[in-house]
């Protein structure tokens, strides 16, 4: 529970800095479904209105599952530090977020972990999701 | 230990642990001003005319709460909706996706509602306000303009601006009907949608709105929405910005923006926690 007012309490600090992005968070994903995914960079599409990465999940019995993990704008991404030029295919990522709520091999990239450990913040900015 | 001296160190902690992660978040620039910091007193710039000029790269201030709520300004953000009004905000919420997100204009009153940043170019006989997502418009303010008998419905409507005094008062009639958010949280209008703004610049870092929206079919009597916006820094400007390059996310949106907060925002109050941070190496 004390966890749970933490991240209420951090929401609830964050509200007033949230801003409206090109969709709610909550009209794609699911906020109650966090997930990790470890793979292997396959693809980037550094793009509007989001950027996308793919990366090829192998399960226990060798099958490859690429997922698509949504991030926020090129522009945004950018201003941040989070450049294009950090995703080098072939890398193992480590990508935590959330969902989509339709079920699909889709997430929101809400933080990145690259092979040398940095993390990036791959969030949309404003689209109300959690901060 | 009271909860709250709990809360506030598990807080704490938790921030410490959180700061120890190099997430590269220090280089992005704030989308929203805190309106405390933003210095108040210099005078605000005119043209050559004397009209005050409302040129600059305009980002709105923390202190605008709830964002995106067109709302905001009525007792517990209770919208005065008509039974039409109410079938077409289920409509909204229910068969519908953001029109933003599908790439089609926010309009107005929407984009006064956005969170997001705005430019404002400034001419003698015209004024441009230049929005995210490279939508524009120009309205035009040359004495003696009045609206046409049955103009073209629009997203932003058909504008016709004046002077009255040192505020530009922006008349809009001519809207559409389908396809439309009045604000993020798919509240509706209809095409008998009328809005007035009045934009003011009290000194040379802010402007302000003041806007009567009046909608007979979907609203039981006018309401309004008052707005101020900070001056970004010199060299930040609206991006490139191509909607549809890309817009994979579309086949994966729900209808409507998903659930409101009680605060009057759209998203989750209590998500899931993302899996604990990665171990440095």
């Given at each position: 529970m004390p966890s749970r007012l933490v991240l209420l309490a951090l929401l609830l600090a964050s509200a007033a800095?949230?801003?409206?992005?090109?969709?709610?968070?909550a009209a794609e994903f699911d906020a109650s479904k966090a997930i990790r995914v470890t793979g292997t960079l396959a693809k980037v599409e550094w793009t509007n209105p989001h950027t996308y990465f793919y990366v090829d999940v192998t399960d226990e019995k060798g099958t490859v599952v690429r997922w698509a993990c949504e991030s926020g704008a090129p522009g945004a991404l950018s201003r941040r530090g989070f450049k294009r030029s950090l995703l080098k295919l072939g890398d193992?990522?480590?990508?935590?977020?959330?969902?989509?709520?339709?079920?699909?091999?889709?997430?929101?990239?809400?933080?990145?972990?690259l092979p040398d450990g940095q993390v990036l913040s791959g969030a949309s900015a404003g689209d109300g999701g959690p901060q | 230990m009271s909860p709250t001296r709990i809360l506030l160190a598990a807080a704490a902690v938790a921030c410490a642990a959180f700061a120890a992660i190099p997430i590269l978040v220090a280089q992005e620039r704030p989308m929203q001003l805190d309106d405390t910091k933003v210095p108040k007193g210099r005078p605000a710039p005119r043209m050559a005319n004397g009209k005050p000029d409302f040129s600059g790269y305009w980002k709105g201030t923390t202190?605008?709460?709830?964002?995106?709520?067109?709302?905001?300004?009525?007792?517990?953000?209770?919208?005065?909706?008509?039974?039409?009004?109410?079938?077409?905000?289920?409509?909204?919420?229910?068969a519908t996706v953001d029109p933003e997100a599908v790439c089609i204009i926010?309009?107005?009153?929407r984009h006064n509602a956005s969170g997001l940043p705005f430019e404002v170019l400034q001419g003698n006989n015209k004024i441009t306000f230049m929005y995210w997502y490279s939508y524009f418009r120009l309205v035009p303010f040359t004495p003696g303009l009045k609206h046409s008998d049955d103009p073209d419905p629009s997203f932003f409507g058909e504008e016709i601006g004046r002077w009255e005094g040192d505020t530009?008062?922006?008349?809009?009639?001519?809207f559409k009907d389908e396809k439309v958010w009045i604000d993020e949280n798919a509240n509706p209008h209809s095409d008998a949608l009328h809005v007035v703004e009045r934009w003011?610049?009290?000194?040379?870092?802010?402007?302000n709105v003041e806007t009567l929206i009046e909608d007979p079919k979907f609203y039981t009597r006018s309401f309004t929405y008052a707005r101020t916006w900070a001056l970004g820094e010199p060299d930040e400007q609206i991006q490139e910005y191509s909607c549809s390059e890309n817009n994979v996310d579309a086949a994966h949106l729900g209808f409507g923006p998903g659930p409101i907060r009680p605060d009057g925002t759209r998203g989750y109050v209590d998500p899931a926690p993302l899996p604990p941070p990665v171990p440095k190496k």
């Amino acid at each position: 529970m004390p966890s749970r007012l933490v991240l209420l309490a951090l929401l609830l600090a964050s509200a007033a800095g949230r801003v409206a992005a090109h969709h709610s968070f909550a009209a794609e994903f699911d906020a109650s479904k966090a997930i990790r995914v470890t793979g292997t960079l396959a693809k980037v599409e550094w793009t509007n209105p989001h950027t996308y990465f793919y990366v090829d999940v192998t399960d226990e019995k060798g099958t490859v599952v690429r997922w698509a993990c949504e991030s926020g704008a090129p522009g945004a991404l950018s201003r941040r530090g989070f450049k294009r030029s950090l995703l080098k295919l072939g890398d193992t990522l480590i990508v935590d977020g959330y969902r989509a709520k339709n079920g699909a091999n889709l997430m929101d990239a809400r933080r990145v972990t690259l092979p040398d450990g940095q993390v990036l913040s791959g969030a949309s900015a404003g689209d109300g999701g959690p901060q | 230990m009271s909860p709250t001296r709990i809360l506030l160190a598990a807080a704490a902690v938790a921030c410490a642990a959180f700061a120890a992660i190099p997430i590269l978040v220090a280089q992005e620039r704030p989308m929203q001003l805190d309106d405390t910091k933003v210095p108040k007193g210099r005078p605000a710039p005119r043209m050559a005319n004397g009209k005050p000029d409302f040129s600059g790269y305009w980002k709105g201030t923390t202190q605008t709460r709830p964002g995106g709520n067109i709302g905001k300004d009525l007792p517990g953000w209770k919208l005065p909706l008509t039974p039409a009004g109410e079938a077409a905000l289920k409509h909204n919420l229910t068969a519908t996706v953001d029109p933003e997100a599908v790439c089609i204009i926010g309009g107005i009153p929407r984009h006064n509602a956005s969170g997001l940043p705005f430019e404002v170019l400034q001419g003698n006989n015209k004024i441009t306000f230049m929005y995210w997502y490279s939508y524009f418009r120009l309205v035009p303010f040359t004495p003696g303009l009045k609206h046409s008998d049955d103009p073209d419905p629009s997203f932003f409507g058909e504008e016709i601006g004046r002077w009255e005094g040192d505020t530009l008062v922006i008349d809009s009639i001519g809207f559409k009907d389908e396809k439309v958010w009045i604000d993020e949280n798919a509240n509706p209008h209809s095409d008998a949608l009328h809005v007035v703004e009045r934009w003011t610049r009290p000194d040379y870092n802010h402007i302000n709105v003041e806007t009567l929206i009046e909608d007979p079919k979907f609203y039981t009597r006018s309401f309004t929405y008052a707005r101020t916006w900070a001056l970004g820094e010199p060299d930040e400007q609206i991006q490139e910005y191509s909607c549809s390059e890309n817009n994979v996310d579309a086949a994966h949106l729900g209808f409507g923006p998903g659930p409101i907060r009680p605060d009057g925002t759209r998203g989750y109050v209590d998500p899931a926690p993302l899996p604990p941070p990665v171990p440095k190496k």
